[in-house]
């Protein structure tokens, strides 16, 4: 079954405006971790922002905050103030704390800024 | 400082032959990955390492074999390449003991096999 569902393959925004990419999760356990990294077309992997899900705040690293809804399981990044960098793939993954170590990668959202 | 490095960057062979791909990692975490990102970009574990044990053995074809000299670095040997192993291959690392620990990636070896 598919633990990490991103339901956007592809989006387009105009710069500069606020954009939510979407992720939802399957899990039975109470303690995960969820992660979400950014892929630019040079191919690199990038840590952007993680949220606990014992977390009573949504987490927010300068323009990226995760909007977590728990009880909904999903954990949507919203990027605000979109820049012409921010076009890249977007992928959420979670690792769940007492499994092993792995992260599970969502099928990932493209994202394109238009100017 | 690179935190996470693969080698080779690009590696172009031929169907049957014999590759290896290095990682190193100089972050000190003690758990290191191996993932598979296929041209749809989906991204798959293949193994996990944590202080050089194999704690992660996912549905890989035994024709490749995972090998970690220390906790800083993971190799990824793979026999008789097939079409179908043409993909780009990560390594990363985590400090395994935190779970809330990113993975940090090296830049990634895409592999053609012609």
């Known amino acids: 079954a598919q633990k990490i569902t991103q339901t956007q393959p592809g989006m387009f925004v105009q710069e500069k405006e606020a954009v939510t990419l979407d992720c939802t999760y399957d899990?039975?356990?109470?303690?995960?971790?969820l992660f979400w990294y950014k892929q630019p077309s040079s191919g690199e992997m990038i840590f952007l922002i993680y949220?606990?899900?014992?977390?009573?705040q949504n987490a927010t690293e300068g323009r990226y905050s995760l909007n977590f809804q728990k009880a909904r399981k999903s954990a949507n990044l919203v990027i605000s103030a979109s820049q012409l960098g921010d076009s890249a793939m977007y992928f959420c993954?979670?690792?769940?704390?007492?499994?092993?170590?792995?992260?599970?990668f969502g099928t990932g959202t493209r994202l394109t800024i238009i100017p | 400082d690179t935190a996470v490095s693969q080698t080779p960057k690009y590696l172009v062979t031929q169907m049957g032959n014999d590759k290896s791909i290095k990682c190193e990692q100089n972050?000190?975490?003690?758990?290191m990955y191996w993932y598979k990102q296929d041209s749809k970009k989906f991204l798959k574990i293949m193994f996990s390492?944590?202080?050089?044990?194999?704690?992660i053995n996912e549905t890989v074809p035994n024709r490749f074999s995972p090998k970690s000299p220390d906790k800083a670095h993971l190799n990824l040997h793979i026999n008789s390449l097939e079409l179908g192993d043409s993909a780009v291959y990560f390594c990363?690392?985590?400090?395994?003991?935190?779970?809330?620990?990113?993975?940090?990636f090296g830049n990634g070896t895409r592999l053609t096999v012609t």
């Open positions: 990363a690392s985590s400090q395994g003991t935190a779970k809330s620990s990113p993975l940090h």
């Open positions: 949220q606990g899900s014992y977390d009573e």
């Open positions: 390492y944590n202080n050089k044990e194999l704690i």
């Open positions: 972050l000190g975490h003690d758990t």
């Open positions: 993954a979670m690792r769940e704390w007492f499994g092993n170590e792995k992260l599970t």
């Open positions: 899990t039975s356990d109470q303690s995960y971790g």
